[in-house]
């Protein structure tokens, strides 16, 4: 599953490749939400006073139930000769994986007293109920069934086995963010380096948003250009983008809010024909006239607790593309374009009640 290289979606990410995390993090959308019962009001009245925070105590647990989809496809035209003549003839493989499970999340101590002002809470996340991947495979064989079994075999590497429990300790923020998590704390996907999509795995598949420096203000959005730095890219434009939502009253079990964050950032790469991938592209050669554009975007739509700021629900989605220009094709009238993509689909709902997984 050479899904090579990386597309922005709309995200903007880190300053280089042991940055990016930081950055990336910000990938949670924040929405108010209220019980059904005249907590639109409460919204409205706190707007331009409150700048959330996520606040713990000490024993706190939560239980969330995790739906991850990993998809990757490669597509594009090849030449093929009919006599004297040159055609483009179009093809796409692809394929996809689910799996689900379900995160068991405790603070385990706080700095200081209880408020844990200024400093980091323990979280101790105990993940367990895995369901078995289900697999589907689209385009001819049988270079599909072989993006099928490398993304099986990635995602495959990273499940315990049958009923054990993978523990991930890390420390929670005042303002979200979370640090460190070790990197078998998320499955480490088949990409080109830096590897964006699975540095950004590792803290979205999280039940938890770092939270804007700004007051609540539903229907804000602001937009902020980003100083991006990664190797063997050239050219980068960055940006992220965060809004504030108006709640959606019939969704939510307590008053809550939403922000959704779209981060993207794009640049020229070296061509995957380059062989060392190292060759610049904003130098074309003749035999690739046209270099190589990647490109990475992530979107995150959370729910939050105005209580004290913890993840009620969230959807977050990110990939990285990357699309080229090989040689041309002898005799054909324009040169075939190819493109390799990796994406990632999360959903984060917080249990009430039962918490089976399928």
Known sequence: MHTSPTTSRRGSLARNASRTVPFLWPLAGLLVVMAPTGHLGMAAAIQGSLQLTRTFSTGESRQYRIQLVVRTDVGGSHAQKVGTKAYLRPFN????????????????RMPGDGAAQGGFAQIVEQDDGFS???????????????????????????????GRTLTCSYSEARTGGLS??????????QEDSPALLSRWLLLAVRPAVALPKRPIELGATWTAPRAVELPGWSAIEASEENSWLAPDENAATEPAVRLLT?????????????????????????????????????ESLATVSLKNGAVLAASRSASRELSWVPALAKGAGRP?????????EITVEECHGSCATP
């Open 93 to 108: 493989e692809s394929a996809e994986q689910t799996m689900q499970w379900r995160a068991n999340i405790q603070v385990t």
């Open 336 to 344: 075939p374009r190819f493109h390799a993509r990796l994406a990632a």
């Open 132 to 162: 078995a991947l289900e697999t589907h495979a689209l385009g001819p064989l049988p270079h599909a069934v072989t993006l099928q079994d490398s993304l099986r075999a990635t995602l495959g590497r990273w499940m315990p086995s049958s």
């Open 180 to 189: 460190p998590i070790p990197s078998n704390c998320g499955p480490a996907l």
């Open 262 to 298: 779209v981060q993207q950032i794009a640049g020229n790469v070296a061509s995957p024909e380059s062989g060392s991938g190292n060759s610049p592209v904003n130098n074309p050669t003749k035999s690739n006239p046209a270099g190589a554009r990647a490109a990475f975007h992530a």
